[in-house]
């Protein structure tokens, strides 16, 4: 399986930007397609989908979300960060199957 | 608006078995792809595994491949998850989501494996 890691918790300040990283064990791109996608949790909620293959925006997402990486290396930014980003946020692949997530990043307010 | 609403968790003792519905609304369910994912308490998420359109092809994870099945009634927008021989690790919120790349998330109902 591949194994996506990511850092377990992150503190920011309020309107400032936050960048979450994702490393892949493997690379999780085909041709131009990187098979990487965002998740925001919320507490005691379902997950969102926050950004599809790396760096598309779905629906209703503001624009302060991006995403950008390719290959093995991707990373989510906020920016600026508010109050109700303050969330966990998952990587997931689909390269390969099973598709996995990482283990997830704690926004905090620093 | 789409709508994915999840029943049936409940507590069931080790080695049991239980079935999970997911009743879906506000898009044509017969067109999509549809998944289940866990999530254990305090923990990351989990993909369970998947199904077709019609329901003719399922995938599932090897850590629960041959206990669970996915299927799916397409006249009744329902996808199902039967669990069999239930272990304690078992134990987690279950997800139905809108494909793999998961656009729509059901609320989750939780399944606690416990004697």
């Known amino acids: 399986d591949i194994v996506l890691t990511q850092s377990p918790a992150l503190a920011v300040s309020l309107g400032q930007r936050a960048t979450i990283s994702c490393r892949a064990s493997?690379?999780?791109?085909?041709?131009?397609?990187?098979?990487m996608h965002w998740y925001q949790q919320k507490p005691g909620q379902q997950p969102k989908l926050l950004i599809y293959r790396a760096s598309n925006l779905a629906s209703g997402i503001p624009a302060r979300f991006s995403g950008s990486g390719s290959g093995t290396d991707f990373t989510l930014t906020i920016n600026p960060v508010q109050a109700d980003d303050i969330a966990t946020y998952y990587c997931q692949q689909s390269r390969e199957s099973p598709p996995t997530f990482g283990g997830g990043t704690k926004l905090e307010l620093k | 608006e789409v709508q994915l609403v999840e029943s049936g968790g409940s507590l069931v003792q080790p080695g049991g078995s239980l079935k999970l519905s997911c009743v879906a609304s506000?898009?044509?369910?017969?067109?999509?792809?549809m998944d289940w994912v866990r999530q254990t308490p305090g923990k990351s998420l989990e993909w369970i595994g998947e199904i077709n359109t019609d329901g003719s092809k399922t995938n599932y994870a090897p850590s629960i491949k041959d206990r669970f099945t996915i299927s799916r009634d397409n006249a009744k927008s329902t996808l199902y998850l039967q669990m069999s021989n239930v272990k304690s690790d078992d134990t987690a919120i279950y997800y139905c989501?809108?494909?793999?790349?998961?656009?729509?998330w059901g609320q989750g109902v939780m399944v606690t494996v416990s004697s």
């Open positions: 989501t809108r494909t793999t790349v998961a656009d729509y």
């Open positions: 506000g898009f044509t369910f017969s067109n999509y792809w």
């Open positions: 493997q690379s999780v791109s085909i041709s131009r397609y990187n098979l």
